[in-house]
T-cell receptor
Framework: DTAVSQTPKYLVTQMGNDKSIKCEQNLGHDTMYWYKQDSKKFLKIMFSYNNKELIINETVPNRFSPKSPDKAHLNLHINSLELGDSAVYFC????????????FGPGTRLTVL | GNSVTQMEGPVTLSEEAFLTINCTYTATGYPSLFWYVQYPGEGLQLLLKATKADDKGSNKGFEATYRKETTSFHLEKGSVQVSDSAVYFCALSDVTGGFKTIFGAGTRLFVKA
């Protein structure tokens, strides 16, 4: 059973397009996250939701918009894609916002041409 | 603000060698400390953790001790295997730093047969 799943695994698209990445967790966790990992493996938090409420909104371009339809899902929509958006995006979840262990999805490799 | 500094890689070792990956942190409160491992093409997974000073986390032969006096959480393993080749991330969570986990830059480990 996959705990945290993301779709798609790979996403290749042209500059200027709009794309979405979906994330689902079946762990019953309250808190979910989006991270961006660059080519040097540096991991940066983008957003976090706790029980569908946004609790972390880091300094990311407003072209990035998260949506949490329920606490098991956290999607990431990206408008007007740019070359610099190319990265691996990871979804993660944790039991609560009390900063316990996080469970990561397998990642979505986004390539913007 | 909170931060994590870990040794730059890559670290290249022969099988059965002793491994140390250094990690130091800065935190305003009393953080929990973690080591995560990322195998090629996968998401991060928790390797071990420690929640208070002098705690030792251990898993799969890896160990790390929470040293408050030196603000360190160095990862060690007595005898590495080829299968340990991965990127290792030190991380801290501190509620006084907001609801987010701070990750180090990652250290890539290569183990040669």
């Amino acid at each position: 059973d996959t705990a945290v799943s993301q779709t798609p695994k790979y996403l290749v698209t042209q500059m200027g397009n709009d794309k979405s990445i979906k994330c689902e967790q079946n762990l019953g966790h309250d808190t979910m996250y989006w991270y961006k990992q660059d080519s040097k493996k540096f991991l940066k938090i983008m957003f976090s939701y706790n029980n569908k409420e946004l609790i972390i909104n880091e300094t990311v371009p407003n072209r990035f918009s998260p949506k949490s339809p329920d606490k098991a899902h956290l999607n990431l929509h990206i408008n007007s894609l740019e070359l610099g958006d190319s990265a691996v995006y990871f979804c993660a979840s944790s039991p609560s916002d009390r900063l316990e262990e996080q469970f990561f999805g397998p990642g979505t490799r986004l390539t913007v041409l | 603000g909170n931060s994590v500094t870990q040794m730059e890689g890559p670290v290249t070792l022969s099988e059965e060698a002793f491994l140390t990956i250094n990690c130091t942190y800065t935190a305003t409160g009393y953080p929990s400390l973690f080591w995560y491992v990322q195998y090629p093409g996968e998401g991060l997974q928790l390797l071990l953790k420690a929640t208070k000073a002098d705690d030792k986390g251990s898993n799969k032969g890896f160990e790390a001790t929470y040293r408050k006096e030196t603000t360190s959480f160095h990862l060690e393993k007595g005898s590495v295997q080829v299968s340990d080749s991965a990127v290792y991330f030190c991380a801290l969570s501190d509620v006084t730093g907001g609801f987010k986990t701070i990750f180090g830059a990652g250290t890539r480990l290569f183990v040669k047969a």
